[in-house]
């Protein structure tokens, strides 16, 4: 899937959703086990193969669903609530599910759990687009009879919350875009915005070694030879982070303790 976000309205839940409470919602298990690729020097999953673990179990999902639509599913918005970092070797089972919809945009939970106690929570906000146009479409009816039971009626709104405007006080760097970093639409994917995230953190591993929320929201895609500037900044144990291209922001990054 292309990680290009689209326009919306209204603003996003703090809460996560549970798994639904009527037995005949649509509920996807997959497991994975976290390998040599996923972790740190420390051997925790890292935030970019956690978004990799997201991704695959909804394109999975997806994939098993039977539904046949000419739209496309562009990310907004990505929530990695870290109770307890899973760890290198763990095996994690997955379980997505629609969290709520909106008119042209729905929410997908997934939730991790591993085997020795790793724990991750996450909500991602996808808007649905015409792939011609690239502009958000209502979501199909055949969409909302498989997954709205699990949606239980929640309505939800995409629009971004995060401070684009990086702080006065922030560092600043390239980060220089790899041909790894590009999806087969020919767009930066988005684990790769995540290791930018992972590469500031190293800075205070305390942060995510412990419980954390990691926030990331897509504001314009990064494309193919784009000179892209990682701008930073910690605030009372927080980061936020900005990726910009020619001093616009395209992503905005808050990694906060729980």
Same mark, same amino acid.
């Given at each position: 899937?292309? +990680?290009?976000?689209?326009?919306?309205?209204?603003?996003?839940?703090?809460?996560?959703? #549970?798994?639904?409470a009527d037995p005949t919602a649509r509920v996807y298990r997959a497991e994975r086990r976290v390998?040599?690729?996923?972790?740190?020097?420390?051997?925790?999953?890292?935030?970019?193969?956690?978004?990799?673990?997201?991704?695959?179990?909804?394109?999975?999902?997806?994939?098993?669903?039977?539904l046949v639509d000419d739209g496309s599913w562009v990310?907004?918005?990505? +929530?990695?609530?870290?109770l307890v970092p899973a760890r290198m070797m763990e095996? =994690?089972? #997955?379980?997505?599910?629609?969290?709520?919809?909106?008119?042209?945009?729905?929410e997908r939970r997934v939730s991790i759990e591993g085997h020795r106690g790793g724990r991750i929570e996450a909500n991602a906000l996808w808007?649905?687009?015409?792939?011609a146009t690239m502009l958000p479409k209502r979501l199909d009816p055949?969409?909302?009879q498989l997954y709205g039971t699990a949606a239980a009626g929640r309505t939800i709104t995409s629009r971004l919350v995060l401070d684009p405007t990086p702080?006065?006080?922030?560092?600043?760097?390239?980060?220089? #875009?790899?041909?790894?970093?590009?999806?087969?639409?020919?767009? =930066?994917?988005?684990?790769?915005?995540?290791?930018? =995230?992972? +590469? =500031?953190?190293? +800075?205070?591993?305390?942060?995510?070694?412990g419980p954390h929320r990691a926030t990331l929201e897509f504001a314009k895609p990064i494309e193919p030879g784009d000179h892209v500037e990682m701008a930073w900044a910690?605030?009372?144990?927080?980061?936020? #982070?900005?990726?910009?291209?020619?001093?616009?922001t395209h992503a905005t990054a808050v990694i906060a303790p729980r």
């Open positions: 899937m292309s +990680e290009r976000a689209a326009e919306g309205d209204g603003s996003p839940s703090t809460d996560l959703v #549970l798994l639904p390998r040599l690729g996923d972790a740190d020097p420390t051997g925790r999953l890292r935030l970019d193969a956690a978004a990799r673990y997201l991704h695959d179990v909804s394109n999975d999902d997806s994939g098993d669903s039977g990310v907004r918005r990505t +929530e990695l609530d870290v095996r =994690v089972a #997955l379980a997505t599910w629609c969290g709520g919809t909106g008119a042209r945009w729905a808007v649905y687009v015409d792939l055949s969409f909302l702080s006065a006080a922030a560092d600043r760097r390239p980060w220089p #875009l790899r041909r790894t970093d590009l999806d087969v639409l020919g767009h =930066v994917n988005n684990a790769a915005y995540w290791a930018a =995230v992972e +590469e =500031v953190l190293a +800075e205070r591993p305390a942060l995510a070694a910690w605030t009372d144990g927080a980061l936020s #982070l900005w990726l910009q291209v020619g001093g616009t």
